[in-house]
């Protein structure tokens, strides 16, 4: 039985090597061996471990949740809660449903429509509207972590990312590349953010960055909007960072 590379099982199961590595650091699916030059190998058995991985975070089910359901300790537990979460979802649906059929009766009784009693709807639809589109991209657990970490725009933290910002566009400005050494201190420090944001999970913030680099979700999620260029900007000043700050391939 052959065994597969990390950047292999990567490609074949459509998830970023990162990610892999991550889930051997965390103790949830480990290579079945490490070659000569130490790069990790995975087996058939290993390969099976990560497809259910991945089919119960389809669940929104967080990492340590998964562990357990590997070490098969408290499955029925875990879809007892992973139950109760689904049926508050439709809960909150059905409690919409109940609203607008009222407003529907009101406007039949009254023949007008009651702003004071659609406003609220109309408040209540927009955020779980885009708590859906978080839930296109993020898992509950991730969701969690990123309203932890995020800075808002009146928080100190803040000011880092916007002297960051305002770095970058004084470069482009200037007609300084991302290859130059502006460029590279500025993705060293954006970097260390990142890590002081997201720690060790390599998935979430690729995960997050790919929707940052999209116009269209960032305006989903009703992320702070970040022009184009300052994106192309940071991501060529990554690709150009020396080899020591890049993840080793084993």
């Known amino acids: 039985m052959g065994l597969h590379t990390t950047g292999e099982l990567a490609k074949h199961l459509d998830i970023t090597v ?6 051997d650091q965390i103790g949830l699916v480990s290579p079945a061996a490490k070659n000569s030059s130490g790069k990790r190998l995975y087996s058939e058995e290993e390969v099976m471990e ?10 929104n089910m967080g990492l340590e949740d998964i562990k357990e359901i590997l070490r098969e300790k408290t499955i ?32 039949r009784l009254e023949g007008t429509i009651r702003w004071d009693a659609l406003l609220p709807l ?10 859906n589109r978080w839930d296109d991209h993020f898992n509950e657990e991730e969701q969690a972590l990123l309203t932890r970490e995020l800075p808002k725009m009146e928080e100190a933290d803040a000011t880092k990312w916007i002297r ?9 400005e200037r007609g300084i590349l991302p290859d130059s050494i502006d460029g590279r201190l500025i993705a060293e420090d954006c970097l260390a953010l990142s890590r002081g944001m997201f720690g060790d999970d390599p998935e979430l913030l690729d995960k997050f960055w790919t929707a940052r680099k ?5 305006q989903e999620l009703g992320l702070y909007p970040v022009s184009a260029d300052v994106l192309t900007f940071l991501e060529e000043a990554f690709e150009h960072l020396p080899s020591s700050h890049q993840v080793s391939e084993t």
Do not use: F, W
Request: proline share 0%; glycine share 2%.
């Open 50 to 59: 990560l497809e259910k991985v991945l089919l119960l975070k389809s669940l």
């Open 76 to 107: 029925a537990e875990i879809l007892l809660l992973n139950e109760k979460k689904l049926k508050a979802e439709i809960a909150d649906l059905e409690q919409s449903l109940r609203q607008n059929e009222g407003l529907k009766n009101s406007v």
């Open 18 to 23: 990162r990610a892999v590595r991550y889930y």
């Open 214 to 218: 999209s116009e269209e979700t960032s």
């Open 122 to 131: 109309v408040r209540e639809n927009k955020r779980r509207a885009l708590k």
């Open 164 to 172: 960051l910002i305002e770095r970058i566009r004084l470069c482009i």
